[in-house]
């Protein structure tokens, strides 16, 4: 079975200008989360999404935003970059949202914010 | 509210030593826990899950974790250190309903020193 997807791999954007990430779960699996990684912060949880509903949010503006298509794919979108957002964004995919199901990451998007 | 903490930001070993890792969590109901690797320029991987069956947990490659709630620790030990552990572990804690959010610890860099 595939493992969690992401594209693309790398980005580099300039401050100011928008970027959308995305995400393929394994299949079967219809929950996806998104989270940030950065040497600073750690890893922080962005946003979960289950049958094409936000089921959880994390503490991030309303730049960061995300969707759910009818086949589990995902897609997180951050408007007006800016140079904190440089981080590696990771996608996890899960059987179901209950807080017993595992996660499965992707390998990261790696983001770089000039 | 959940948080978890890792007393350690690095620890070093020796090969063929023993390895402890140490978690603590909090949080409001009877959580689900986990323990995920990170390789360096890889994506996240789970080691092992405690999700309220048996308190000590087996992992892969030899590591295991055990549940105690007295203490609400729950450490992640290998009998024998190899090389190829060196990496960043991450222990995370999820609350029973799927309304609860992920919550990464800030990691443990583990060194294996030959």
């Known amino acids: 079975k595939a493992g969690v997807t992401q594209t693309p791999r790398y980005l580099i954007k300039t401050r100011g200008q928008q970027v959308t990430l995305s995400c393929s779960p394994i299949?079967?699996?219809?929950?996806v989360s998104w989270y940030q990684q950065t040497p600073g912060q750690g890893l922080q949880f962005l946003f979960e999404y289950f049958s094409e509903t936000q089921r959880n949010k994390g503490n991030f503006p309303g730049r960061f935003s995300g969707r759910q298509f009818s086949n589990s794919r995902s897609e997180m979108n951050v408007s007006t970059l800016e140079l904190g957002d440089s981080a590696l964004y990771l996608c996890?995919?899960?059987?179901?949202?209950?807080?017993?199901?595992?996660?499965?990451f992707g390998p990261g998007t790696r983001l770089t914010v000039l | 509210a959940q948080s978890v903490t890792q007393l350690d930001s690095h620890v070093s070993v020796s090969e063929g030593t023993p390895v402890l890792l140490r978690c603590n969590y909090s949080?409001?109901?009877?959580?689900?826990l986990f323990w995920y690797v990170q390789h360096p320029n890889k994506g996240l991987q789970l080691l092992l899950k405690y999700t309220s069956a048996a308190t000590l947990v087996k992992g892969i490659n030899g590591f295991e974790a055990e549940f105690k709630k007295s203490e609400t620790s729950f450490h992640l030990t290998k009998p024998s250190a190899h090389m190829s552990d060196a990496a960043e572990y991450f222990c995370?804690?999820?609350?029973?309903?799927?309304?609860?959010?992920?919550?990464f610890g800030p990691g443990t860099s583990l060194s294996v020193i030959p």
């Open positions: 299949s079967g699996h219809r929950s």
């Open positions: 996890a995919s899960s059987l179901g949202t209950s807080g017993r199901a595992e996660q499965y």
């Open positions: 949080s409001s109901y009877s959580p689900s």
């Open positions: 995370v804690v999820r609350g029973g309903t799927s309304y609860d959010k992920v919550i």
